[in-house]
C-alpha cells in the first residue's frame, strides 16, 4: 500500500462527493489530474467565468455550487454536462511519476511506507499493479485542450477565451506561466538518473494511451 491515512482518508470521501468544474458560457470542463500543475492552473482559470459544484457520490445528487474554481482532482462528469469539452492539465509522464515519489516520500517518510530511493519506490508500485495510480492517467473522454506544464503559455493561448482576454494582453499570464516553468523544483537531477530503459520500457507500455493523446515522446527520459 502506497498511501498513508490521509491518502485513504481522500480517496474514501471520492466514494462520497465528488466536484466538477465547468464554465456554462464556454461549454468547457475542467479536469487536473495530481502532480500536473494543478494549484497554477486553478489560480489562472479562478479569473474566468468557472465554478464548481459538489456531488454526493452520484452524478445526479448536487450538494452545492460555488461561483469559483475549487482546487480538486475529481474525474467525473455529471448527468446533464456529458457534451461538454475538456480542458486537463498534464505533464511528461516520467517527470509527473518522479514527482509523485518525491511528494509521497516527503509527506510520508516519518513513517517509514515510502522507500528510500526512486528505483525501490518504482518497482513497488509498478510490481502492485500501479495501484491507484492508473486512473489519474486516464482520459474521461479525448481533451479538446491540454495544458501541459512544460509548455504552459503557448497552450493557454490555444484557448480563445484565454487568448483575448485582459490576462494575456496585460502580459500577466505569460509572467506567471514563465515564473512556474523556471520555478525552483526538487527533482532538479536528469531523468536518466532515475530510470533505466527497463523502467521507462515498463512506463511508457503501461501509459502508452497518455503518451499517444498528449504527445509526449517515448525517449523523452533519455533528454
Known sequence: MIYNREYRFIINSMHLRFFFTHSEQERLAVFLPPKTGTIH??????????K???????????????????????EK??????????IYTTRNPYTRLLSMYFYEK????????????????????????WGNLNYSFNFIKPP???????????????IPFIRDSNLNKSGILHELCEKKI???????????????????DN????????FDLTGYDKDSWKL
Open 41 to 50: 492552473a486553478t489560480f489562472i482559470f479562478n479569473h474566468f467565468n468557472f
Open 52 to 74: 464548481t459544484k459538489i456531488y454526493g457520490g452520484e452524478v445526479t445528487k448536487l450538494i452545492s455550487e460555488d461561483d469559483y474554481f475549487i482546487h480538486h482532482h475529481s
Open 77 to 86: 462528469i455529471p448527468t446533464g454536462y456529458e457534451d461538454y469539452d475538456v
Open 106 to 129: 516527503k509527506i510520508m517518510g516519518l513513517d517509514g511506507m515510502v522507500t528510500k530511493t526512486f528505483k525501490e519506490y518504482f518497482s513497488k508500485i509498478s510490481n502492485c499493479g
Open 144 to 158: 479538446k485542450y491540454l495544458i501541459r506544464m512544460e509548455h504552459l503559455y503557448e497552450d493557454y493561448i490555444k
Open 182 to 200: 523556471h520555478a525552483k523544483k526538487q527533482e532538479t537531477k536528469s531523468l536518466k538518473e532515475y530510470y533505466t530503459q527497463d523502467m521507462a
Open 203 to 210: 512506463v511508457y507500455e503501461t501509459f502508452k494511451t497518455y
